[in-house]
């Protein structure tokens, strides 16, 4: 099904109050349900200018709104209440992930924590990607990919249950 073409929107930053606290972007729920219909799951949203890979995520509301934090809001110089311009396509590589050098490299080591790594879905892949690869400094993007490997490997990730009885 071919994607109608979506004109440029004006949304305002936004904050969700109780659980995550974080920044949004609301979108029109005639954008969303055009996407969702033509079967795009990712997006590249460009926010005033700058494109970032995104997804149009919803809640029991009904609302539909890209996920922005801190760093987005820095590099498109918006705050909470501020009106940003928003042009959406499809992401024409969904499921491609960032996983950056060290992480890249770590994995190609440790074939225990990649195996695990592979078997979650795209979606915990590119949250545990994003966890190495925000890090500013070398250093720290080699100390968290370790780390996530040995946490993969061990099944002590938050959330894995205990195999001892």
């Given at each position: 099904m071919a994607l109608p073409p979506t004109e440029p929107f004006a949304a305002p930053v936004l904050r969700q109050s109780g659980g995550y606290n974080s920044h949004y972007l609301p979108v029109p729920l005639e954008i969303a349900d055009a996407y969702k219909s033509a079967g795009v799951k990712r997006v590249i949203a460009t926010l005033n200018g700058k494109p970032f890979n995104r997804a149009i995520l919803g809640n029991a509301d009904g609302e539909r709104f890209?996920?922005?934090?801190?760093?987005?809001?820095?590099?498109?110089?918006?705050?909470?209440?501020?009106?940003?311009?928003?042009?959406?396509?499809?992401?024409?590589?969904?499921?491609?992930?960032d996983l950056g050098i060290e992480f890249t490299e770590v994995l190609e080591?440790?074939?225990?924590?990649?195996?695990?790594?592979?078997?979650?879905?795209?979606?915990?892949?590119?949250?545990?990607?994003?966890?190495?690869?925000?890090?500013?400094?070398?250093?720290?993007?080699?100390?968290?990919?370790?780390?996530?490997?040995?946490?993969?490997?061990?099944?002590?990730?938050?959330?894995?249950?205990?195999?001892?009885?």
């Amino acid at each position: 099904m071919a994607l109608p073409p979506t004109e440029p929107f004006a949304a305002p930053v936004l904050r969700q109050s109780g659980g995550y606290n974080s920044h949004y972007l609301p979108v029109p729920l005639e954008i969303a349900d055009a996407y969702k219909s033509a079967g795009v799951k990712r997006v590249i949203a460009t926010l005033n200018g700058k494109p970032f890979n995104r997804a149009i995520l919803g809640n029991a509301d009904g609302e539909r709104f890209l996920i922005v934090g801190l760093p987005i809001l820095r590099e498109i110089m918006a705050h909470l209440g501020d009106i940003v311009m928003i042009e959406l396509k499809p992401d024409p590589e969904p499921d491609r992930i960032d996983l950056g050098i060290e992480f890249t490299e770590v994995l190609e080591m440790d074939e225990e924590a990649a195996e695990r790594f592979y078997s979650f879905t795209p979606g915990h892949q590119r949250s545990m990607a994003y966890y190495v690869t925000s890090a500013k400094r070398e250093e720290t993007r080699i100390k968290r990919a370790l780390e996530l490997a040995h946490k993969l490997r061990t099944r002590t990730l938050y959330g894995d249950r205990s195999i001892d009885p």
